[in-house]
């Protein structure tokens, strides 16, 4: 595709609830990422991909949290048992390679409110 | 622990007038320094780069300068507009890792007609 996209771009949740959010990096992008960015802060890692093995959860706040990415491509995050403190924007964000400084594109993102 | 952090968390500027945002980072081991460029309601957009072997790297309107020795990453934006209003963050990677991106808080930049 065009860019990296992602889905729902909102989604409200009740306290408790368990949610998925998804992400379609760039078609060929070896490396995908996760981030948490809350309100006028600055996008916080949580989980990096290299294809379909995860590399690196140490972003990860608890057990709550889930990420997979089965076949490589597209990849999703799950949130069971939803907090308050939840809330916040998901980005997901997409490179080509891994070499270090290859360039990172993000979606636009999911905000997620736990009501 | 490892941060990124800016000087300035909101900067206001007339049109046509020069930009410079300035971060503060405090791992010196990071070898790669990023901005981006968030607008309401998107993601943040790729602005320009550095690497740690380097002092300057100029982009179309946009300049990046490190100084390794104060730890100190600033952007340049010549000519503001207003479609240059947005938040910026400057991000590093620390070596070693798997390329995951360390952020600021990001400053807010206002450009006024």
């Known amino acids: 595709g065009a860019g990296v996209s992602q889905s729902p771009r909102y989604k409200v949740a009740k306290r408790g609830q368990d949610v998925a959010l998804r992400c379609d990096p760039i078609?060929?992008?070896?490396?995908l990422f996760w981030y948490q960015q809350a309100l006028g802060q600055g996008p916080e890692f949580l989980t990096y991909?290299?294809?379909?093995?995860?590399?690196?959860k140490s972003g990860l706040p608890s057990d709550r949290f889930f990420a997979e990415r089965p076949e490589g491509s597209v990849s999703t995050l799950k949130i069971q048992r939803t907090q308050q403190e939840d809330s916040a924007v998901y980005l997901c964000?997409?490179?080509?390679?891994?070499?270090?400084?290859?360039?990172?594109?993000f979606g636009p993102g999911t905000r997620l409110l736990v009501l | 622990g490892e941060s990124v952090g800016l000087h300035l968390p909101t900067l206001s500027v007339q049109e046509g007038d020069n930009s410079i945002i300035n971060c503060a980072y405090s791992?010196?081991?990071?070898?790669?320094f990023i901005w981006y460029k968030q607008e309401s309601g998107k993601g943040p957009q790729f602005i320009i780069d550095?690497?740690?072997?380097?002092d300057k790297r100029q982009g179309q309107r946009v300049t990046v300068l490190l100084n390794k020795t104060v730890k100190h990453l600033s952007l340049q934006i010549a000519a503001t507009q207003p479609g240059d209003s947005a938040v910026y963050f400057c991000?590093?990677?620390?070596?070693?890792?798997?390329?995951?991106?360390?952020f600021g808080a990001g400053t807010r930049l206002a450009v006024h007609p």
């Open positions: 550095i690497r740690s072997n380097m």
């Open positions: 791992n010196s081991a990071s070898d790669y």
């Open positions: 078609s060929g992008h070896v490396s």
């Open positions: 991909f290299q294809n379909e093995a995860q590399l690196d």
């Open positions: 964000a997409s490179s080509y390679g891994t070499r270090s400084g290859e360039t990172q594109y």
């Open positions: 991000a590093e990677r620390p070596s070693g890792g798997y390329n995951k991106l360390i």
